[in-house]
């Protein structure tokens, strides 16, 4: 059974770049078919996907995010992070990880935890001057 923990800023000031990273324990973020997501829950737009690494490193992000996110990951320590940069205060929100089995590359991505078998806590990230 995997854990995962979300760590980063509380408070990020408007055009920063957010990190967040997502430690996972329990087991391996490259064990074949797993996915590892990253999605927000904003006021504006509700529980939102992010995008996702591989289990063998690829990305895939929101298109409409797409410009100005970035996921890696770290296989040593067992984390991936998200890297948004520009922010606004419409990126206030709660941020959580993710991780599931995927057979294949998934066309519709979840948004809702019932629907991962792995979820962390979140972690609050507002945006304000």
């Known amino acids: 059974q995997v854990r995962l923990q979300e760590s980063g800023p509380g408070l990020v000031k408007p055009s920063q770049t957010l990190s967040l990273s997502c430690s996972a324990s329990g087991g391996s973020i490259t064990t074949n078919y797993y996915y590892w997501i990253w999605i927000r829950q904003t006021p504006g737009k509700g529980l939102e996907w992010m995008g996702a690494?591989?289990?063998?490193?690829?990305?895939v992000y929101k298109p409409s995010l797409a410009s100005r996110i970035s996921i890696s990951r770290d296989t040593s320590r067992n984390q991936f992070t998200l890297h948004m940069n520009s922010v606004t205060p419409e990126d206030t929100g709660v941020y959580y990880c993710?991780?599931?089995?995927?057979?294949?590359?998934?066309?519709?991505?979840?948004?809702?935890?019932?629907?991962?078998?792995?979820w962390g806590q979140g972690t609050q990230v507002t945006v304000s001057s």
């Open positions: 690494i591989s289990y063998s490193g690829g990305t």
């Open positions: 993710a991780g599931r089995y995927f057979r294949q590359l998934p066309e519709n991505w979840p948004t809702h935890p019932h629907e991962y078998k792995y």
